[in-house]
């Protein structure tokens, strides 16, 4: 629904790059992360010239086509129905915790690419096989409808129907992965998922991590509109036909172990900081645990910020305290308080 593709939080180098740095990280939790290499972003606008069209038109209506492919779940919810893609990895099947990542939005002419979901999704499997052997934290990948072998139209993306879908879907896929525990995590459009799950009921989420979200859907897309000189569309319209976590904030069950952390560079050109700011603040003020954590971007838009947003959900699913998580994603705001302090002392 949103004119431009916030795209794809980290591309298949990036996310190879994330992996084999995830292990020396880990393995000293409050050493800051070291990439192996900077993490290029595939975000860019879509072209205007070319549409999304449904994807799987057949198995999101039948149970049984979808459901005749391996790693795919048959969801039903108010708005209609949906075959919805995933994989988990292998490692960690005992435990009944899981971090479960939303992907950022794709760009249409990157999905007519010879190969792009195929070659993606191997890499991805390859990045989060990497991440639960080296944190003992099993990783689960749901793709959003038009995505990844999911039915549905990216294009209308950011619509309640969407986040109905991903939540029946986290049900679905919950239910026969028997977990019980969820740790969310999501980059972009990915996160505005994220934080729409926490405003729908759920009391099975005990971390969230939101990275480079775009948070204020109708406030983002109006400037949007504005910008670009696409047709108006008044904000109280755009609040029918998208689904804003932001307005919806009191429906976030009072779960007083839940932890919220929201990752962001303030240099970001897609997703402004200042909007995800002011979601943490809402929702701390709400009585839950929340944090805005100022992080490094990567790519030319300081947009991905998914190398640190998965190993902090890998931190938060094993117990690790805000203290750790942040100085884990943000080594250099720990360094800045640190100065700070000796200056005062002076």
């Not at 996160?191 to 971390?207: E, K």
């Not at 480079?212 to 029918?240: F, N, T, W, Y």
């Amino acid at each position: 629904m949103v004119g431009a593709s916030l795209g794809l939080g980290a591309s298949l180098v990036a996310f190879a790059a994330m992996a084999l740095s995830f292990g020396a990280a880990h393995a000293q939790q409050t050493r800051p992360l070291a990439l192996a290499a900077p993490l290029p972003s595939l975000a860019k606008p879509a072209s205007p010239a070319i549409e999304h069209t449904a994807q799987l038109t057949a198995e999101g209506s039948s149970k049984q086509l979808c459901e005749s492919v391996a790693d795919r779940v048959f969801v039903r919810h108010d708005l209609g129905t949906a075959c919805i893609s995933y994989f988990a990895t292998s490692g960690a099947t005992q435990s009944r915790a899981a971090v479960v990542y939303f992907e950022g939005d794709v760009p249409a002419a990157d999905l007519l690419k010879p190969n792009f979901t195929k070659n993606y999704l191997t890499t991805l499997r390859t990045a989060f096989k990497t991440f639960a052997d080296r944190s003992g934290v099993r990783f689960v990948f749901i793709a959003r409808p038009g995505l990844f072998g999911s039915s549905g139209n990216h294009a209308a993306r950011r619509s309640s129907a969407e986040m109905l879908t991903m939540n029946a879907a986290l049900d679905a896929v919950k239910a026969r992965l028997k977990l019980t525990d969820i740790v969310l995590a999501g980059q972009s459009g990915g996160s505005t998922v994220a934080a729409a799950l926490l405003t729908l009921g759920r009391r099975d989420i005990t971390c969230t991590v939101l990275g480079s979200g775009l948070l204020s859907v109708v406030e983002i897309e109006h400037a949007h509109r504005v910008r670009e000189k696409l047709p108006a569309i008044r904000p109280a319209v755009l609040q029918v036909l998208l689904y804003d976590p932001t307005d919806r904030l009191d429906w976030i069950e009072p779960i007083q172990s839940h932890r919220i952390f929201v990752l962001g560079d303030p240099a970001d050109k897609r997703t402004p900081f200042t909007q995800q700011r002011r979601f943490a603040e809402r929702v701390q003020a709400l009585g839950h645990r929340a944090t805005a954590i100022e992080v490094k971007g990567q790519g030319e838009l300081m947009h991905s910020v998914a190398h640190h947003t998965l190993p902090a959900a890998a931190l938060c699913a094993r117990g690790a305290d805000d203290a750790t998580i942040r100085q884990a994603v943000a080594p250099q705001q720990r360094a800045v308080a640190r100065t700070v302090t000796a200056r005062a002392g002076r």
